[in-house]
């Protein structure tokens, strides 16, 4: 019996952090979506980071892996999208061992353990899947860099390219003296 309990408490805790896994990756990829008037801080500070480098002066020509890099540190309830998948996988293999054990000490109930443990290790494993981290992580990316490359790439064409026309009378006038 205390083995069906451990299955079922690696069950529901695996469940619960799927669960809670794609709330976070939905919010963020609705966040992003809406990026120009979003609450998340996270994303505030990204984008006041990338706007500050425009100010300054410095080009950044690599937009996705500028995203990507802030994508790495993102955390939610002080975990990563890489520890939430890791959770879920030894909340997994937690079932298949305590069926197992519990299969080896109580032959009268074999099938019984091992049928419960992989039967509960596929769903967790499949609700994982379902998530889809990687797949959304790429959208979510995706997102930050559309916005970031249509809102302020614009923004610094526009005083580039009067730069350069200045430059370039400045450079006839003296062609011309």
């Known amino acids: ?24 990756i939905r ?10 008037d979003t609450d998340n801080s996270f994303l505030k500070q990204m984008k006041l980071r990338y706007k500050n480098c ?10 996705e892996a500028f995203a990507g890099k802030y994508m790495d540190k993102y ?22 061992v305590a069926a197992m054990a519990g299969a080896m000490l109580d ?3 074999l099938l019984q353990y091992l049928l419960l ?16 981290v ?12 559309d916005y970031f490359e249509n809102r302020f790439v614009a923004a610094t ?3 580039r390219a009067k730069y350069e026309e200045s430059s370039t009378k400045s450079v006839m006038k003296e062609e011309k003296r």
């Open 54 to 63: 425009m100010r300054i002066g410095h080009e950044i020509r690599n937009t």
């Open 27 to 36: 919010n963020l990829v609705r966040d992003t979506e809406e990026m120009e």
């Open 107 to 109: 032959r009268s109930r």
């Open 134 to 145: 990687r797949g959304n992580r790429r959208r979510i990316t995706r997102n930050i860099v």
């Open 75 to 96: 955390t939610s309830y002080g975990l990563s999208f890489a520890a939430y998948e890791k959770i879920i996988s030894v909340c997994g293999g937690i079932c298949v």
């Open 157 to 159: 064409e526009e005083p």
């Open 1 to 24: 019996m205390l083995y069906f309990m451990i299955i079922s408490g690696a069950f529901l805790v695996g469940v619960g952090i799927n669960t809670a896994l794609m709330n976070c």
């Open 117 to 132: 443990g992989f039967l509960a290790m596929y769903v967790i494993n499949g609700l994982k899947n379902m998530t889809d």
